[in-house]
């Protein structure tokens, strides 16, 4: 036994990779090669292992990758892992252990980069990484596109590869250090599949002569996941079945989720960790003067302002409340249902015709917002989904 051996780090790393090769849930299809690999097998957690790697994505067009966040453990959502594939195979980046990760970013923005479901993944690596990728190889879009109903990654890897693969950490917390070797395996699946399932999409794509239809919607999904999503103070705390809460309760809600929202960010919680939704609504319904709320995990501190905070909303003068949700927007006209019914039956004839679906083309909300003029066609359409719907001229109604 070396001196490396008796090191109880390396003991533990030794057996859990025992571990992962006995528990692992990646099966590889048979027509993949196996080969031992010189490269890290665990984290990437220094500039040492990331300078191993980075002649391996320079020599690649396309790298898959994937990201894990902790929004379930803390008030501000972080990337926790990175994961990459490539031809030669599959690592973790650790961007939490303080690594310089410039050039490794700097050498992404000259690749093509295949996600699957691109909007959260490209908001992730923007806010955590300062990265947008120049061009998007999007594996649901193009699922969807060729008219895949089942179109998750677990659905399209049991579909092409015969391989089930087994969801298991989607709500672990991937902030902790190390990470489990069932939670290494879920993170290494995430990525393992899309560089051959991308292949195998662009092949069925460019077959039916929809490889310019995708690029419009990847495109898209670039453009939208740059846009930053606002939340309106004004309205953040009207959260579901508060629809039929108004005058006095209404005041009292936007106290309760404002001292919530407080406590979140003070102690570094998800929201719902302090109250959830439903226990707001109860105390904006029930609560009168004198009333004295209390939580089996509140502390008296906790206690003692949640209260408060009610107690103000309760002596609130009428003037101060809340306004009445006003309902958004005009009852449509005859001309702009007929108009929405105009471009509803020229969606569903052109999504029989492709066998995609319909929503995947225009969704309701999108055809009832052009139909009565809120908004643009292309604002909310790329060019092929125009086209369908006849949307190069105006769309008349009859």
């Known amino acids: 036994m070396t001196n490396d051996e008796t090191n109880p780090n390396a003991r533990m790393t030794k057996e859990r990779s025992k571990e992962m090769l006995r528990h692992s ?18 984290l990437i957690a220094s500039a040492a ?51 310089d990760l410039s050039s490794f970013v700097s050498t992404l923005t000259k690749k093509e980069i295949i996600l699957h479901g691109a909007d959260y993944d490209l908001r992730l690596l923007r806010r955590g990484l300062n990265f947008q990728p120049p061009r998007v190889f999007d594996t649901m879009i193009a699922a969807r596109l060729l008219g895949h109903r089942e179109f998750s990654y677990a659905a399209l890897v049991e579909k092409f590869f015969g391989v089930t693969l087994t969801k298991g950490s989607q709500k672990a917390n991937w902030a902790l250090r190390p990470l489990s070797p ?5 993170a290494r699946n995430d990525t393992h599949y899309l560089l051959p399932l991308a292949q195998k999409l662009e092949g069925e794509l460019a077959a039916r002569n929809r490889l310019d239809w995708f690029r419009q919607s990847c495109a898209r999904a670039i453009e939208l996941a740059a846009t930053d999503r606002e939340r309106n103070g004004e309205e953040a705390w009207r959260i579901a079945g508060s629809g039929l809460i108004q005058g006095r309760q209404a005041a009292i809600l936007r106290a309760v989720w404002n001292w919530r929202d407080k406590e ?23 609560a009168a003067p004198g009333s004295n709320f209390t939580f089996r995990h509140f502390s008296e501190r906790r206690a003692r302002t949640f209260n408060a905070a009610v107690a103000h909303a309760l002596a609130l003068p009428e003037a101060d409340w ?4 006003k309902r958004r927007g005009t009852r449509p006209s005859p001309q702009e249902l007929r108009a929405a019914d105009t471009l509803r039956k020229r ?12 929503s ?39």
């Open 25 to 42: 849930d990646l099966v590889v299809p048979s027509g993949f090669e196996l080969r031992a690999s010189p490269f890290p097998s665990g």
């Open 182 to 186: 069932k939670m290494e395996t879920y």
């Open 264 to 286: 979140a960010e003070r102690a570094d919680r998800p929201a719902f960790h302090v109250l959830r939704n439903d226990q707001l609504l109860h105390v904006a319904r029930t």
């Open 322 to 325: 809340p306004d009445t949700r």
């Open 360 to 398: 995947f083309i225009a969704p309701r909300a999108t055809i009832d917002a052009i139909a009565q003029g809120n908004q643009g066609a292309e604002a909310l359409l790329v060019p092929w989904q125009r086209e369908l719907l006849g949307l190069s001229a105006p769309v008349p109604a009859h």
């Open 49 to 99: 292992q990331l300078e191993k790697i980075l002649p391996l994505v320079e020599r690649s067009d396309r790298v898959a990758i994937d990201t894990e966040a902790d929004s379930l453990h803390c008030y501000r959502e972080k990337l926790c892992l990175l994961q990459i594939s490539l031809p030669e195979g599959d690592f973790l980046v650790d961007p939490l252990a303080g690594s």
């Open 347 to 358: 969606r569903d004839e052109a999504a029989c015709a492709l066998d995609i679906e319909p």
